[in-house]
């Protein structure tokens, strides 16, 4: 059983970088098939898809984030991470990794069956 | 960007009720449609793929047709667990949308 745990700090001054990493443990996160994702959540409101990468260390973006995110890959660690630059209390939010359900087709369909707990993060200064 | 809608954003509801939410894709996305859960506090929890697959371990009251633009989730008798909010999302393209949500209260 595959699980993912966000780390990373929960208060960031606006204008700076937001950095977390998504630790996967239970299965390996150089498995072939799957696109990893982050998605966050900001306070009552919805889900907004941020990014994803492969293991090979190809990634897709949100356009509406994309002049500002940086997803990256280490398989050494097991872990991908997520860089935010130049944040806005709009950043704030709840963010979550995840990973596609299991396929046989490649890549998986990015439909998420496994999910970090979520860890907040509070821009202001 | 393919944008999702849903509707209703809320809707108050009894135990024992069939409720049917619908999502909407701004253009088609075949079957590529996810549908999840949330509680308050808690990660999303995935209920239906491919439009209409129910995921291992989701009960049978659950589900999802459509295909296209228009898709629907079912839940054919509500129980108290089933109050949450409901997101809906496409996985036609890698850019991934979610729908809005639909918020699930008890009447």
């Known amino acids: 059983q595959v699980q993912l745990q966000e780390s990373g700090p929960g208060l960031v001054k606006p204008s700076e970088t937001l950095s977390l990493t998504c630790t996967v443990s239970?299965?390996?996160?150089?498995?072939?098939?799957?696109?990893w994702g982050w998605i966050r959540q900001s306070p009552g409101k919805g889900l907004e898809w941020i990014g994803s990468?492969?293991?090979?260390?190809?990634?897709i973006y949100s356009p509406s984030l994309k002049s500002r995110v940086t997803i990256s890959v280490d398989t050494s660690k097991n872990q991908f991470s997520l860089s935010l630059s130049s944040v806005t209390a709009a950043d704030t939010a709840v963010y979550y990794c995840?990973?596609?359900?299991?396929?046989?087709?490649?890549?998986?369909?990015?439909?998420?069956?496994?999910w970090g707990q979520g860890v907040l993060v509070t821009v202001s200064s | 960007d393919i944008q999702m809608t849903q509707s209703p954003s809320f809707v108050s509801a009894s135990v024992g009720d069939r409720l049917t939410i619908t999502c909407r894709a701004s253009?088609?996305?075949?079957?590529?449609l996810a549908w999840y859960q949330q509680k308050p506090g808690k990660a999303p929890k995935l209920l239906i793929y491919?439009?209409?697959s129910l995921q291992s371990g989701v009960p049978s009251r659950f589900s999802g047709s459509g295909s296209g633009t228009h898709f629907t989730l079912t839940i054919s008798s509500l129980q108290p667990e089933d109050f949450a909010t409901y997101y809906c999302?496409?996985?036609?393209?890698?850019?991934?949308?979610f729908g809005g949500g639909t918020r699930v209260d008890i009447k």
């Open positions: 491919a439009a209409s």
């Open positions: 239970g299965g390996s996160i150089s498995n072939s098939i799957y696109y």
């Open positions: 999302q496409q996985a036609s393209s890698f850019l991934l949308t």
């Open positions: 995840a990973r596609p359900r299991n396929s046989t087709a490649w890549p998986a369909p990015n439909w998420f069956d496994a």
């Open positions: 990468i492969y293991f090979s260390g190809n990634t």
């Open positions: 253009q088609d996305i075949s079957t590529w």
